[in-house]
């Protein structure tokens, strides 16, 4: 199935250069001058070799059709990851480098969608959005809540994100899984 470049995300199983590769990091690029790009890391389901690419947001990759399972994440261990199938309660383990940068974002117990290809399992995709509770950041100065400057902070999962100035220590907010920024106060 045809696709724009700009949509790839972490998890996709895509076709490059005549093989399945999986995506690994996805970055959206607007650089100063010329187009947006977005710069991806692979890992070819076969060899596990890894390769980095740039694609242009106009460009179309082929996203293979792969078999979809929502599976639950239980442990990490010196195998891997592991993962029990929702329905038949089959039990598996992943490289713990399967899902690349994104891997802190995985929590016990998460509900994930993991893809097959003739019955093997080779990408992981997390959900868009999680919810982190922020453990450091900047305290919140009088005044400061009108501005747009964001100031970092660091999660629970010791993953850096950028938030906005009325963000303190204990607060749970929403992060995206693909671009690793602050999207909302958590409810």
Same mark, same amino acid.
């Given at each position: 199935?045809?696709?724009?470049?700009?949509?790839?995300?972490?998890?996709?199983?895509?076709?490059?250069?005549?093989?399945?590769?999986?995506?690994?990091?996805?970055?959206?690029?607007?650089?100063?001058?010329?187009?947006?790009?977005?710069?991806?890391?692979?890992?070819? @389901?076969?060899?596990?070799?890894?390769?980095?690419?740039?694609?242009?947001?106009?460009?179309?990759?082929?996203?293979?059709?792969?078999?979809?399972?929502?599976?639950?994440?239980?442990?990490?261990?010196?195998?891997?990851?592991?993962?029990?199938?929702?329905?038949?309660?089959?039990?598996?383990?992943?490289?713990?480098?399967?899902?690349?940068?994104?891997?802190?974002?995985?929590?016990?117990?998460?509900?994930?969608?993991?893809?097959?290809?003739?019955?093997?399992?080779?990408?992981?995709?997390?959900?868009?959005?999680?919810?982190?509770?922020?453990?450091?950041?900047?305290? @919140?100065?009088?005044?400061?809540?009108?501005?747009?400057?964001?100031?970092?902070?660091?999660?629970?999962?010791?993953?850096? @994100?950028?938030?906005?100035?009325?963000?303190?220590?204990?607060?749970?907010?929403?992060?995206?899984?693909?671009?690793?920024?602050?999207?909302?106060?958590?409810?």
């Amino acid at each position: 199935m045809k696709q724009l470049a700009g949509a790839i995300r972490i998890g996709w199983v895509i076709e490059y250069k005549g093989k399945p590769w999986t995506v690994t990091k996805a970055q959206h690029i607007k650089p100063g001058k010329g187009g947006a790009f977005m710069q991806v890391e692979m890992k070819a @389901v076969e060899e596990g070799t890894k390769t980095n690419e740039r694609f242009r947001t106009e460009d179309t990759v082929e996203k293979l059709m792969v078999e979809e399972k929502k599976c639950q994440f239980l442990f990490e261990d010196a195998t891997g990851l592991t993962f029990m199938e929702g329905e038949t309660y089959e039990q598996f383990t992943m490289p713990e480098d399967i899902l690349g940068d994104a891997r802190p974002f995985l929590a016990d117990g998460m509900e994930v969608y993991i893809n097959f290809i003739s019955e093997k399992p080779v990408s992981v995709e997390l959900p868009q959005n999680v919810v982190c509770t922020v453990v450091e950041t900047e305290p @919140v100065l009088k005044g400061q809540t009108a501005t747009g400057s964001y100031k970092p902070a660091i999660l629970d999962n010791g993953v850096r @994100v950028t938030v906005p100035p009325f963000v303190g220590v204990d607060d749970k907010i929403v992060v995206s899984t693909a671009e690793f920024t602050y999207v909302e106060r958590a409810k």
